[in-house]
Nanobody
Framework: QVQLVESGGGLVQAGDSLRLSCAASGRRGMGWFRQAPGKEREFVAS????????YYADSVKDRFTISRDNAKNTVYLQMNSLKPQDTAVYYCAARTTPYGSSVSSEYLYWGQGTQVTVSP
């Protein structure tokens, strides 16, 4: 079974940076999602294992970067210029295909989530 292990969350101030890591297994499309209190789960970014193509939500483009080190089976989410609106639990997810997706229901495997809190 695919096992996802996340790390890198924390408490930071607005404008700071964090890098989330997701130790994954298999050649799969990967995504990052987040869920803030009282809100639905929201797509953040995705990456294809096969091509490395990436896709970002408009709310994070130009600030966040998703990448993958295939040799280490690790997916990263570099988050720069963090805003209080970015505060959420961030989840790493894996598909059953090599391609990424922005649709949460297309991901079969999910990590436990890591808390990111951005103070103003």
């Amino acid at each position: 079974q695919v096992q996802l292990v996340e790390s890198g969350g924390g408490l930071v101030q607005a404008g700071d940076s964090l890098r989330l890591s997701c130790a994954a297994s298999g050649r799969r499309g990967m995504g990052w999602f987040r869920q803030a209190p009282g809100k639905e789960r929201e797509f953040v970014a995705s990456i294809s294992w096969s091509t490395g193509s990436t896709y970002y939500a408009d709310s994070v483009k130009d600030r966040f970067t998703i990448s993958r080190d295939n040799a280490k089976n690790t997916v990263y989410l570099q988050m720069n210029s963090l805003k209080p609106q970015d505060t959420a639990v961030y989840y790493c997810a894996a598909r059953t295909t090599p391609y990424g997706s922005s649709v949460s229901s297309e991901y079969l495997y999910w990590g436990q989530g890591t808390q990111v809190t951005v103070s103003p």
